[in-house]
């Protein structure tokens, strides 16, 4: 498993870790270069179940 981790997965865990904390879309969008939040969201792995329950 160690093997496996790299930058990018790291990367993916940190956007992913400041969103489930509640920092906006937008600065996490920002800190990856991305030109859409949809684009963040698929990026970090936010599913569209989890968009969602977090519209509720």
């Not at 906006?24 to 969602?52: K, N, Q, V, W």
Request: proline share 4%; hydrophobic share 40%.
């Amino acid at each position: 498993m160690i093997g496996s981790i790299g930058c990018h997965s790291l990367r993916k865990t940190f956007g992913y870790q400041l969103h489930k904390k509640g920092v906006d879309i937008t600065p996490i969008m920002a800190i990856f270069g991305h030109s859409s939040p949809e684009i963040t969201l698929a990026y970090i792995g936010i599913t569209d179940e989890e968009i969602s329950d977090a519209s509720l």
